[in-house]
């Protein structure tokens, strides 16, 4: 970002192996450490927790950054491309609340990881590529730009599924439904105020738009981990939180003729309020978590195979033995 200030510069080429290296080091990491985690007996709420949190705020960074790979500009493209892919990110997460079963589209994290990696290529061997102009239904688009709409077209078909999923599960419970049809006010909400401060003020997002998505990056991350705080401590998910406070008075001070606060602090000091809440937040979890369940928070307790297999007949996993299984293959 540093890089590319307008996300239309091109970018130092060690830039882009770099970016896939981490984007594939994060993708692998994301899928082994549950499995580990079960492995040892060791899979807790708080990793959960962790995984999804991490995931909350990734997905705004590697959006921003595949921004700049595609060099779509500071507009309003940018700003709906990390919109519905935070959207959708959160819908996913209020899905599983309701239904406790997360199924992913065809097309979902994986595939979207793998793109990036792609891109990152692709940009690496030839810069310009994704500058280059084509027609489609006779609009002059770059490449970059006709990437991000099968991108957007996945994440709408994301979040139709799952209210697909959520409505069809609980239609026959009116309460349920409705307490379902609420919990999406805290996204919606989020969405439109950010939509309307970024559509009233172009002259403050053009030169700040890594400020302002990182801002509405955690603010959303806020709210996915208070969903998902919800739904592992099975208390009631709050429809608002003091985060989204800066939020309405930067839409409400946009429509002003003579702005009462100056827009670009204002979003550089949110942009920091929002960061350093997302971080109290994350250390107040790991702190009562692991004081309540006895267990550290990057720590591994190696266990000798007895006091496994004890644990795992506490939880109720069963495993095969290898001599049962090897017999079984033979």
Same mark, same amino acid.
């Given at each position: 970002?540093?890089?590319?200030?307008?996300?239309?510069?091109?970018?130092?080429?060690?830039?882009?192996?770099?970016?896939?290296?981490?984007?594939?080091?994060?993708?692998?990491?994301?899928?082994?450490?549950?499995?580990?985690?079960?492995?040892?007996?060791?899979?807790?709420?708080?990793?959960?927790?962790?995984?999804?949190?991490?995931? !909350?705020?990734?997905?705004?960074?590697?959006?921003?950054?595949?921004?700049?790979?595609?060099?779509?500009?500071?507009?309003?493209?940018?700003?709906?491309?990390?919109?519905?892919?935070?959207?959708?990110?959160?819908?996913?997460?209020?899905?599983?609340?309701?239904?406790?079963?997360?199924?992913?589209?065809?097309?979902?994290?994986?595939?979207?990881?793998?793109?990036?990696?792609?891109?990152?290529?692709?940009?690496?061997?030839?810069?310009?590529?994704?500058?280059?102009?084509?027609?489609?239904?006779?609009?002059?688009?770059?490449?970059?730009?006709?990437?991000?709409?099968?991108? !957007?077209?996945?994440?709408?078909?994301?979040?139709?599924?799952?209210?697909?999923?959520?409505?069809?599960?609980?239609?026959?419970?009116?309460?349920?439904?409705?307490?379902?049809?609420?919990?999406?006010?805290?996204?919606?909400?989020?969405?439109?105020?950010?939509?309307?401060?970024?559509?009233?003020?172009?002259?403050?997002?053009?030169?700040?738009?890594?400020?302002?998505?990182?801002?509405?990056?955690?603010?959303?991350?806020?709210?996915?981990?208070?969903?998902?705080?919800?739904?592992?401590?099975?208390?009631?998910?709050?429809?608002?939180?003091?985060?989204?406070?800066?939020?309405?008075?930067?839409?409400?001070?946009?429509?002003?003729?003579?702005?009462?606060?100056?827009?670009?602090?204002?979003?550089?000091?949110?942009?920091?309020?929002?960061?350093?809440?997302?971080?109290?937040? !994350?250390?107040?979890?790991?702190?009562?978590?692991? !004081?309540?369940?006895?267990?550290?928070?990057?720590?591994?307790?190696?266990?000798?195979?007895?006091?496994?297999?004890?644990?795992?007949?506490?939880?109720?996993?069963?495993?095969?033995?290898?001599?049962?299984?090897?017999?079984?293959?033979?």
């Amino acid at each position: 970002m540093f890089n590319c200030p307008t996300a239309t510069e091109p970018l130092p080429d060690w830039v882009y192996l770099v970016n896939a290296f981490c984007v594939f080091y994060y993708q692998t990491m994301d899928a082994w450490d549950g499995k580990q985690a079960r492995r040892l007996v060791l899979s807790s709420a708080l990793g959960e927790l962790f995984d999804h949190g991490c995931d !909350a705020i990734s997905t705004v960074l590697i959006t921003m950054t595949m921004s700049c790979v595609l060099r779509i500009g500071c507009g309003y493209l940018f700003f709906i491309n990390i919109n519905f892919m935070l959207i959708a990110f959160y819908i996913v997460q209020w899905e599983l609340y309701f239904t406790n079963n997360l199924v992913l589209w065809y097309v979902n994290v994986t595939e979207g990881q793998l793109l990036a990696i792609t891109l990152n290529l692709i940009s690496f061997m030839n810069p310009d590529y994704f500058i280059q102009e084509t027609t489609l239904m006779g609009y002059n688009l770059t490449y970059g730009q006709l990437v991000i709409l099968p991108c !957007a077209a996945i994440a709408i078909s994301t979040c139709f599924t799952a209210f697909i999923k959520v409505f069809s599960l609980n239609f026959s419970n009116s309460a349920k439904l409705k307490e379902a049809v609420i919990s999406l006010y805290p996204c919606f909400i989020t969405s439109i105020f950010f939509s309307i401060w970024a559509y009233n003020s172009p002259n403050l997002f053009y030169p700040n738009c890594y400020v302002f998505c990182v801002a509405m990056g955690f603010v959303f991350g806020g709210l996915v981990g208070r969903i998902l705080l919800a739904r592992v401590t099975k208390m009631t998910y709050s429809l608002w939180y003091y985060i989204q406070v800066p939020m309405f008075i930067g839409a409400i001070n946009s429509f002003l003729p003579k702005k009462i606060i100056d827009e670009e602090m204002l979003v550089i000091f949110y942009c920091c309020f929002v960061v350093v809440a997302y971080i109290h937040f !994350a250390l107040c979890i790991i702190q009562d978590f692991t !004081a309540y369940n006895g267990i550290p928070c990057f720590g591994v307790t190696l266990w000798d195979n007895e006091e496994i297999e004890r644990r795992r007949k506490r939880r109720g996993i069963v495993l095969p033995k290898v001599e049962e299984t090897e017999k079984k293959n033979n």
